[in-house]
């Protein structure tokens, strides 16, 4: 039976629409014919006013359920028949009931199948849908000239509850149908639809517009007295913001304020410039660089030069790695944002409530705070761990003694830099992941020329297999050797040993001891802050950027969510800014680079995008074949057809540098088009981005504007048939051959 439910309201929908056109119904229900029978009307409202009652509610409720037009008459009409405040309370409940059978005949019929097909793409529209549901649909309602049926059709695609959308509708939908009764108890006077429009009328719908906002700022008010309502806010500030680390986020957010002229306070514990400059990007490149050094020696045959074998001194290698430390930090120094104006305190913060912090004994009060706290290294609860060496992203900078035998668990861009840095620095290197490629959010195409290159420099990759168990042994000469027990998909065991391990499993965010535990301020799933698009926590003055805050562990994300962070949080009464992520670019520094903005194909697949891949093979640049570099690709999705630039991915030397115009394209709007017309100079790696634009227009080319220009130089030429046939031999050189 219950197959056939969705036929049977099919049919009896469809049957109502055709009696609609059919027999002229919509006729009835005209300002004209209201006030033609308005007299008789109310005649046998006289004799009798229940039955009437009734059956104007009933008829309000299948045109309100089937979408027919008709309803801003019927509010008319109720008025001028029952008065105001009876036909507030019919045509209130009417109105309420149509559209909440409107919306659970939407649900029944296409939920289902719309959230299957869309609702990948209709994923943030739900969550949307699921915090602020009714307050969207209250501001929807309270614009009465807005098509009330799209709202009851749209809405029943949604999450929302039956329940939630009746009472909100009718509460929303109240001040508007006081307006339309209050004029149509008028509706003698009435002679169009445009008579409404008084300058009463006009003044009623100009206080429904500004109503949503006004009742924003009601809910923002109750809300934030309900956050706040178990702390006493200061009468006055030490300062107007309290920044707490001071890696990219912090010295970002810090910079902002004193630029504006604000008073801030920037709180460390450790040292400026965070991990980004002492332990993650600068010392890795300067490691990479290094490395890039020695395999650039070992290729000098290829270019005609011959050279002595190589020496590597792995101690000058680290050494140089802190001078390039040491030549950044002024950038990053407690005397350069002193001299910008920011109160630098070296400490441990302690946020005691949402305006005061404490740091070495001393409270301060602040109109807003900045969470920048960071992030650590993953290290996992593996069986032995506790008794090996092991390195992370943040010790392994220490070490003098270059490691003969290294293992690197983790193959995500930390794990593939590290593996070829110290491989091509003379170590023998293992390299594990879990899953069944390297950079699993890239494209596999893109991961296995890192993969193939590394297997080139001679690292060991083991793919779908994970360590579960560290050891150690006694050998016969006495020595004590290290070992890892790794498990392979089909239960099979490997043992390998090593003499230190870097673990690159990825990164937690510093979230604990420093005191939101004691605000209350929440984790997600992804153990960061949560924020909301502002990037404020639940107490709007308290916001999170960079790795503590996610979605992203980047440094230039850290610096551009730190933007938004500094000038909501000190001119967010007059005007917020939402973090924009569209364009976030993004580079794995292997040798080749991978470098990506926007989407690849593997998110677009699974968010069910459909694209156009553009493929440009570096193989074919006339400059990376003259520098020896002639490998890797540029990978650009647009939507068919168009040349709408929705990501690149750009695999080979200096990709993290191609990838710039790509990035610059995406966000000011500009698509491949614009790239085609771009003078680019020769030879240069640049020119492959022109050539991927010239791939994608050949792709796209207008055929039938070029056919019908192939007949016009025919014309310029003085000929038709003559080049006909001469076109013919050419197409089919055979024929010329046998006669």
């Known amino acids: 039976m219950n197959r056939f439910k969705k036929p049977l309201l099919l049919a009896f929908i469809a049957a109502a629409f055709i009696a609609w056109f059919a027999f002229d119904l919509g006729n009835y229900f005209t300002l004209e014919q209201a006030k033609a029978y308005q007299h008789s009307l109310q005649a046998s409202i006289i004799e009798h006013p229940l039955l009437s009652s009734t059956l104007f509610f009933a008829v309000y409720v299948v045109l309100a359920a089937l979408s ?57 529209v739900n969550r949307g849908v699921e915090k602020d549901g009714p307050f969207y649909l209250f501001t929807l309602r309270l614009i009465p000239v807005f098509p009330f049926f799209l709202v009851n059709l749209l809405m029943g695609l949604t999450p929302m509850r039956g329940r939630t959308f009746y009472w909100v509708s009718q509460l929303g939908m109240l001040p508007g149908t006081m307006v339309y009764l209050n004029a149509g ?49 200061p009468t006055q500030f030490d300062q107007n913001m309290v920044v707490i680390g001071a890696g990219a986020g912090g010295l970002v957010s810090a910079y902002i304020a004193a630029a504006v002229k604000a008073k801030v306070t920037l709180i460390e514990k450790h040292r400026m410039g965070g991990d980004c400059l002492n332990t993650g990007c600068v010392p890795s490149k300067a490691l990479i660089r290094a490395a890039h050094t020695m395999h650039t020696i070992t290729r000098a045959p290829e270019f005609g030069i011959q050279t002595n074998t190589p020496q590597i001194d792995f101690t000058a290698v680290m050494q140089r790695v802190h001078q390039v430390i040491r030549h950044i930090e002024p950038h990053d120094s407690e005397e350069r944002y002193s001299k910008l104006g920011v109160n630098c305190i070296q400490g441990e913060a302690q946020i005691l409530s949402p305006w005061e912090v404490e740091v070495n004994g001393e409270r301060i009060t602040t109109r807003n705070i900045v969470i920048a706290t960071g992030a650590r290294p993953v290290v996992p609860q593996i069986e032995g761990i506790e008794h090996i060496n092991y390195l992370t992203s943040d010790t392994l900078w220490s070490i003098r003694e270059q490691p003969k035998q290294l293992l690197v668990l983790g193959g995500g861009p930390i794990g593939c830099e590290l593996a070829q840095s110290f491989q091509r620095l003379g170590s023998q290197v ?59 998909p089909l239960d099979e065991r490997h043992e390998i040993t090593f003499d230190t391990v870097i673990l690159a499993l990825g990164r937690v965010a510093n979230v604990s001891g420093f005191g939101l535990e004691t605000l209350g301020i929440g984790v997600n799933e992804r153990g960061t802050v949560t924020v909301n698009e502002y990037l404020q926590t639940q107490y709007p003055n308290i916001y999170a950027v960079g790795d503590v805050a996610g979605p992203f562990q980047l440094t230039h994300a850290a610096g551009h969510q730190a933007w938004y962070a500094a000038v909501n949080g000190l001119f967010g009464k007059l005007k917020k800014f939402k973090a924009d ?7 794995t520094y292997t040798s080749p680079e991978v470098a990506r903005v926007g989407l690849n194909e593997k998110e677009a697949a699974n968010q ?60 000011y709007g500009l698509g491949l088009n614009k790239i085609l017309g771009t003078v680019h100079p020769y030879p240069t790696m640049s020119e492959a981005n022109k050539y991927t634009a010239g791939v994608w227009k050949q792709a796209n080319k207008p055929e039938r504007i070029l056919a019908w220009l192939e007949k016009y130089h025919r014309w310029q030429r003085g000929g038709s048939a003559h080049d006909k046939k001469k076109t013919d031999i050419a197409d089919h050189p055979t024929n010329l051959q046998e006669k």
């Open 68 to 124: 027919f037009p008709g309803a801003a008459v019927m509010t008319l009409l109720g008025a001028a028949l029952f008065g105001f405040w009876w036909s507030l309370l019919v045509v209130s409940f009417a109105s309420s009931l149509g559209a909440t059978l409107a919306f659970l005949a939407s649900r029944f019929l296409l939920h289902d199948w719309v959230q299957h097909k869309f609702g990948r793409r209709l994923s943030a």
């Open 185 to 233: 108890t008028q509706l003698g006077e009435i002679e169009s639809l445009s008579g409404l429009i008084s300058l009463p009328v006009l003044i009623s719908l100009v206080l429904l517009g500004i109503f949503p906002f006004i009742a924003k700022g009601i809910m923002g008010v109750i809300q934030q007295h309900r956050i706040y309502q178990h702390w006493q806010r």
């Open 430 to 488: 293992t390299l594990v992941e879990m899953a069944d490629q390297l950079l699993i959010r890239e494209d596999a195409d893109a991961a296995a020329l890192v993969h193939q290159s590394l297997i080139k420099d001679g690292v060991e990759i083991r793919l779908k297999q994970k360590a579960t168990k560290f050891g150690t042994r006694k050998t016969a000469q006495g020595e004590t050797t290290q070992f890892v027990i790794l498990e392979g």
């Open 581 to 587: 992520y569209r364009v976030m670019p993004a580079v």
């Open 608 to 667: 069910g995008t459909e694209v156009e891949v553009t493929c440009y093979g570096i193989d074919d640049l006339d400059r990376a074949i003259a520098d020896g570099e002639d490998y890797g690709f540029i990978k650009v999705l647009t939507p068919k057809g168009k040349d709408t630039i929705l990501g690149a991915t750009i695999v080979g030397n200096q990709a993290g540098e191609l990838l710039a115009e790509f990035t610059l394209a995406m966000k």
